[in-house]
């Protein structure tokens, strides 16, 4: 049985064809890091909470209409519900003031059925802000990206 280096003898020393044809293939495949990569900053998701339409509310039902929750030891808005709208709105214009004439924890949420709100200190904007629809694109779509880019 041959070993190896008689059968590829044929092909000569390490020389600069060789090497030529290894840097360039090299060289071609930097790009690919860009084009993979670039899918941590497009579809990242930034600091977001539940939208609230323009509607008349006093200033501090506006502050506490969107639940605090805790995150990582810190106290943030929810990401993923709000207070009803409807209810809040009752409360406002009877002149209810939040956390002192009702207990926010007692009152009914609803999910983010308005979309979200997004914030701009780290991107001004990502394919999640563009499209709202954080679920889809936090589970689905980065996957079906990387993926379809593989494969390809």
């Not at 090299?26 to 990242?44: E, K, Q, R, Y």
């Not at 207070?83 to 009752?90: E, F, G, K, T």
Request: proline share 4%; glycine share 4%; charged share 20%.
């Amino acid at each position: 049985m041959k070993d190896y280096e008689e059968i590829v003898a044929f092909l000569d020393q390490w020389g600069c064809f060789q090497k030529a044809v290894f840097f360039l293939l090299c060289a071609s495949i930097i790009p690919n890091g860009f084009g993979a990569f670039n899918l941590v900053f497009l579809t990242d998701v930034p600091d977001h909470h539940c939208f609230v339409p323009d509607l008349n509310f006093s200033e501090e039902w506006r502050k506490s209409i969107i639940p605090k929750t805790v995150l990582n030891g810190k106290q943030e808005l929810s990401r993923c519900s709000r207070y009803r709208l409807d209810v809040v709105q009752n409360l406002s214009d009877r002149g209810f003031i939040p956390g002192r004439d009702v207990n926010l924890t007692d009152l009914e949420e609803e999910r983010c059925v308005d979309g979200w709100s997004y914030s701009t200190d780290v991107y001004l904007s990502t394919v999640v802000t563009e499209v709202n629809a954080i679920f889809f694109l936090v589970f689905v779509l980065p996957t079906f990206i990387f993926e379809t880019y593989s494969v390809s």
